[in-house]
């Protein structure tokens, strides 16, 4: 096979084999899916890159109309492989604290997307900010400080 051969395509415009439908509106989501009996989960995420979780209350978000659940780290399983020490356990939804801006806190399922995203803002988390961690050194001081205390 000749140097031409292998690049045949290099400098020439490709077609998409999905653009006519994405271009045109006609390709289907995930959003787009509407089934019987189907709930919406919304997700409420940390303002916060850095805090302690000190409440999250969730009756109000409960009692709002089309609101099936409402659900925080506590509802769910935790999720750790074999091969890790248990610390570092994977949770779904931040447990005690936050570690990033938009990391979930609690998700609300509802009859219908604008329910679950009403519903989601009345989710009260009460978080006793700290500093972000910006650099290497602050790390490393914090987990010094984690470890002293576990």
């Not at 409960?62 to 091969?83: Q, Y």
């Amino acid at each position: 096979m000749g140097s031409d051969e292998r690049c045949e395509i290099v400098g020439r415009r490709l077609r998409r084999p999905d653009a006519g439908p994405r271009l045109t509106g006609y390709e289907r989501y995930t959003d787009d899916l509407a089934l019987p009996g189907m709930y919406v989960a919304y997700l409420v995420l940390s303002p916060y890159a850095h805090a302690i979780i000190r409440k999250i209350d969730i009756e109000t978000a409960l009692k709002a109309p089309g609101v099936v659940a409402v659900l925080t780290s506590r509802d769910l399983p935790e999720f750790a492989r074999d091969d890790e020490p248990p610390e570092r356990s994977r949770f779904f939804l931040a447990t005690e604290r936050v570690s990033y801006v938009g990391e979930p806190v609690a998700v609300v399922v509802a009859e219908s997307a604008a329910e679950a995203e009403l519903a989601a803002e009345l989710v009260m988390v009460d978080y006793d900010p700290l500093p972000p961690v910006a650099g290497i050194e602050m790390a490393r001081q914090l987990l010094a400080l984690r470890r002293a205390y576990l």
